[in-house]
């Protein structure tokens, strides 16, 4: 019969907290890269140039389309398979990056087609290259009209990266699976891991709200 032993928390608090330290940073990294990559990947999708057009929606339709297992297991074996092997880190989280990023583009480009014609326009003829409106006139409105579905996104990565256990990505669930082989008691020890990631996004959730009411009240 299955049972709760706290004892289990302090016995391998060692292999707990490195977990809990290892999924923040392969979040805080993926969280990064994702936004700066979906940016760049909505631009495309929006672009005045049908090449980047096609570009941008083909990326996005196709990490969509699949699951985040399939895509951290192309950057598990594929450089392996060509002699340039990924631990598990780091292939992770290239996998959690890529897999986010789709979707961060479409919220992106979501906000970018929700703001007025007029003000490109309007940009463009007090001389702005496009480039320069994109980046200084519309991305900075589209991204604060974007941060509520921005926000579920990031709650998501950080729970989706518990799928760096399968590539053993030294998350915290791969050192929880190690303590469950271990004391065979997974009510105890997957529990834990619950409220270890409630500490991570919980605040984050708190903090996504914050910047609503604050972009609501700039706005």
Not at 59 to 85: C, K, M, T
Not at 120 to 143: D, K, W
């Amino acid at each position: 019969m299955a049972k709760f032993d706290i004892d289990v928390l302090f016995k391998h608090w060692d292999r707990f907290f490195e977990g809990f330290v290892n999924t923040i940073q392969i979040s805080l990294i993926a969280l990064v890269a994702s936004f700066l990559l979906g940016a760049v990947i909505a631009v495309m999708r929006i672009a005045p140039v049908k090449a980047l057009n096609w570009l941008g929606t083909g990326f996005v339709e196709f990490i969509r389309n699949i699951p985040l297992l399939l895509v951290v297991y192309i950057f598990y074996y594929g450089p392996a398979s060509l002699g340039v092997p990924l631990d598990g880190f780091v292939s992770g989280t290239l996998g959690l990056t890529v897999y986010t990023a789709a979707f961060i583009a479409e919220c992106i480009r979501a906000g970018i087609q929700s703001i007025p014609k007029g003000q490109s326009e309007a940009a463009r003829a007090t001389g702005l290259t496009y480039n320069q409106t994109m980046f200084h006139v519309i991305l900075p409105q589209a991204i604060k009209i974007a941060t509520p579905s921005m926000g579920n996104q990031f709650l998501n990565l950080v729970k989706n990266s518990s799928i760096l256990a399968v590539v053993s990505g030294m998350d915290l669930m791969y050192y929880a699976d190690l303590i469950n082989s271990d004391t065979f008691l997974p009510l105890t020890v997957y529990s834990l891991v619950a409220l270890f990631y409630l500490v991570l996004t919980v605040p984050l959730s708190f903090g996504i709200h914050y910047l609503e009411r604050r972009f609501a009240r700039s706005s």
